[in-house]
């Protein structure tokens, strides 16, 4: 990918427009594999925009743009929630991130919840972890009702 490579090449595609067409399209795309293959590349594409601060800047005043970063972010449980999950880290970098989200409620709410189902599988798997290590623990954990 040029975006990649090539800080020119990220300003030219935001002059042209490309960012709302990426969010569209994004926005349009289903759970098919093809279209997760899209999907990877149009957030992988935000994502090497948004490595410039003064392009992040038009990452989030597009409209509707966090609010489809965290969909993919949440929808997603392979590539594009580790794509999606760098992309909104480069966007809370800046102010201006941190201030469009706590402008929806919504939004943190999302966010919220995810981080404490997150909270609750990691202590679910020490827990198991432990019985899995130590078999005086797997025992007592079998023959508990």
Partial sequence: MATQHSQKCCEELVAAGAVGTLFKLIRSL???????EVLKHALSTLRNL????HLIDVLIESCGSLE???SEFLRNKEEGYFIASDLLKKIFTEQKGVEAVRKSPALLK???????????????????????????CLIFFLHTP
């Fill in 30 to 36: 289903s759970r098919s594999i093809p279209d997760q």
């Fill in 50 to 53: 948004s490595r410039y601060p």
């Fill in 68 to 70: 489809t970063i965290v």
């Fill in 110 to 136: 999302r966010l919220h919840n995810h981080v404490e189902e997150l909270s609750r599988r990691a202590k679910a798997d020490k827990r198991y972890a432990l019985y899995y290590t130590n078999p005086s």
